[in-house]
């Protein structure tokens, strides 16, 4: 089993930055492809980034590419979401997640470990 426990969320405002990180524990870290998801109510999870277990491939999803960073320290068992030029509809709960298989994917299903979420809210 990995234990994901993110942090970081909070309030900021329009065109600010935040940092979210995700602390893993448990399980192997540096086998895993790790993932950013949101959430905002009434809705599905939407994919925000995800990387590689080595760190050297990401994928991001249009709407934050060129705005959001993904990273990952597998020393440490951390990864980390920088957000920056943050937007009203960046409001949402943000998760992360890892992927036992090593294939990078923005599909929710296909991730094997969850955290509880942090909440992102960007005021206008």
């Known amino acids: 089993q990995l234990q994901l426990v993110e942090s970081g969320g909070g309030l900021v405002q329009s065109g600010g930055s935040l940092r979210l990180s995700c602390a893993g524990s448990?399980?192997?870290?540096?086998?895993?492809?790790m993932g950013w998801f949101r959430r905002t109510p009434g809705k599905e999870r939407d994919f925000v980034a995800a990387i590689t277990a080595s760190g050297g491939d990401d994928y991001y999803a249009d709407s934050v590419e060129g705005r959001f960073t993904i990273s990952r320290d597998n020393a440490r068992k951390m990864v980390y979401l920088q957000m920056t030029s943050l937007k009203p509809e960046d409001t949402a709960v943000y998760y992360c997640?890892?992927?036992?298989?090593?294939?990078?994917?923005?599909?929710?299903?296909?991730?094997?470990?969850w955290g509880q979420g942090t909440q992102v809210t960007v005021s206008s």
């Open positions: 997640a890892a992927r036992s298989t090593n294939l990078l994917t923005s599909r929710a299903f296909h991730y094997d470990y």
């Open positions: 448990g399980r192997s870290f540096s086998d895993v492809v």
